[in-house]
């Protein structure tokens, strides 16, 4: 039985009109392995323009969205798991919840009670989960950029505290070379490279932690 696979984020991993979304380059990669659910398909204001439109319609499913963080996942995602039979999460949040709404200490409160809601939902629920990769405003405002540190000290802790043989998880590998300067289009928002380089890095996870897919490739994800 293939694994129930459920993409978590914010305007990342939804993606805007005309991107192919990590999303996608993920599908690409894990082919037939793994079914993606979740409640959404579309774009950032409900666009279904993708870059590649042949993207299928059943690959699409996501739970992420454009200004929305872990404080607005965790109140759903206990039903959303539950609705959608979701096996397994990757979840790339924390930049606009510590952007706009909290700091370091409660956006690891609300990390902490996603995934423990996820558990109830699914006990044996597996999850993903990719470190906040600091935005072109951590360059400018030191206060955030080590917010953004801490969270991320934060949430690994947090996940070594919660892991546990029946509901892995695990904390992917921010991607060497990621450059917000080549790899997005705006200092924040990824473009073709970025996407390539986010699923990379969820790959390199599922494959060296559980034997899911294969490594991400050498030179990466295809451009369509």
Known sequence: MRLRMMFVGDSMTIGRAGDYTWRYRMWQHLGDSCEIVGPRTGLYESSTAYANPAF??????????????????????????????AD?????????????????????????????????????????????IPNIRAETDAPFAAQVAHF???????????????SPLLLASRPETYDIHTDTYDGTHPNESGERKLAGAFADALHQGWGIGGPSPSSPFRSS
Request: charged share 20%.
């Open 88 to 132: 397994l999460l990757l979840v790339s949040l924390g930049l606009i919840d510590l952007g706009f709404y909290t700091d370091a200490e409660q956006t690891a409160l609300h990390a902490h009670r996603f995934l423990t809601e996820a558990r109830e939902a699914n006990p044996h629920i597996r999850a993903v989960l990719l470190p906040v």
């Open 152 to 166: 991320n000290v934060l949430l690994a802790k947090t996940l070594a505290d919660l892991d546990e043989p029946r």
């Open 56 to 85: 299928p319609a059943g690959a699409r499913r996501h739970l992420s969205g454009w200004g929305e963080g872990w404080q607005h996942m965790a109140p759903v995602i206990r039903e959303t798991v539950t609705a959608h039979r």
